[in-house]
């Protein structure tokens, strides 16, 4: 046999090795939950571990942020990032779809991952050592150690005719968010859905888990005397006061289970707890906040933003204050 022959049965044989592995990878993810589903049933089981969850009292300081760092000199910024480890940081590149790693510690670029020219990448996360990839048709992707298009997973499309805007892994309940793409439902209310993607039979599931609605948003707002922007600007092009909230990003706090939403258009920040209820919402100071576009969270509740600034590219860090004793029961308090 030839020499070229062996070399590509051997190649074959190794991407049929990581097809398995990646299988084995899903399946012990999903057999703890997998068991747990047996005896309580889907609706309960994640309704247990939501309510279960040993949630943690703290605030950030959105007005001192702990660090801003720039991005480095040819990177124009990030359109979503997820963390790797503890110094190690995975965006995508908007312009191309292209995905970096980024080294925080001397703030570098430490590797490009090549997937191929024919993918444009708009999304990511994380689960575990896998990185879960959203492109602009809204398909789902895997990418395993090493990182390279020979541990590359392609799936099939989520959904017919569904539009996502964002992706994110929820840990404790191992389930996989989608939000949809943001509709006018009636004349200056905006509204999307959260969606969860089965990762057994992946697919993407009917029914929505909750409704991220602008009218909604605006009333906890006001009950709560939060302030809100000025104006919004509907698709018809009208100028109304209000609330335009678009999201463009989400990512799960590791410290509280809740699940955060931001919307680049309005410089926003909403927090909904797992059944789908407003439980904050802050504006995002402009001169630190310029554009939001990604963001995500360390293990110890960091929350890092990564600002597209045409002139400055960055990532601003905001450090997770642990509150000892509380007596409002919140998980999240903006400001102090």
Not at 267 to 289: A, C, H, I
Request: hydrophobic content about 40%.
């Amino acid at each position: 046999m030839k020499y070229k022959e062996l070399i590509s049965k051997f190649v074959s044989k190794i991407n049929v090795k990581k097809q398995y592995f990646f299988s084995f990878v899903l399946a012990a993810l999903s057999f703890v939950a997998a068991k747990s589903l047996e005896e309580v049933g889907v609706e309960r089981y994640y309704i247990q571990k939501a309510t279960n969850f040993q949630k943690e009292d703290g605030y950030f300081d959105l007005a001192n942020p702990s660090t801003v760092s720039s991005f480095p000199m040819g990177i124009s910024s990030f359109s979503d990032v997820t963390m790797l480890d503890s110094t190690h940081l995975i965006g995508i590149e908007p312009i191309n779809g292209t995905v970096l790693m980024l080294d925080l510690q001397n703030n570098s670029i430490a590797s490009q991952l090549s997937l191929g020219s024919e993918f444009q990448f708009v999304d990511i996360s994380r689960m575990d050592s896998t990185l879960i990839l959203l492109d602009s048709k809204s398909k789902v992707h895997f990418l395993l150690p090493p990182y390279d298009s020979t541990s590359f997973v392609s799936m099939n499309e989520t959904k017919e005719n569904f539009i996502s805007s964002g992706i994110c892994f929820h840990e404790s309940t191992k389930r996989l968010f989608l939000l949809s793409e943001v509709q006018e439902k009636e004349e200056g209310q905006f509204s999307s859905f959260l969606y969860s993607f089965n990762l057994n039979k992946r697919q993407l599931r009917e029914e929505p888990l909750f409704e991220i609605n602008s009218l909604a948003i605006e009333t906890f707002a006001l009950n709560n005397n939060l302030p809100l922007p000025r104006n919004k600007v509907s698709f018809a092009g009208d100028t109304t006061e209000g609330l335009s909230f678009n999201p463009s990003a989400l990512a799960i706090h590791p410290k509280t289970n809740e699940i955060y939403v931001l919307s680049s258009e309005d410089r926003s920040l909403v927090v909904y707890n797992q059944f789908g209820e407003v439980v904050n919402f802050t504006m995002l100071d402009p001169k630190v906040f310029s554009k939001p576009t990604g963001m995500t969270f360390q293990d110890n509740g960091d929350l890092l933003i990564t600002v597209s600034d045409l002139m400055r590219p960055s990532i601003v860090r905001l450090k997770w204050n642990k509150l000892y004793q509380s007596l409002s029961g919140h998980g999240i308090i903006f400001g102090r």
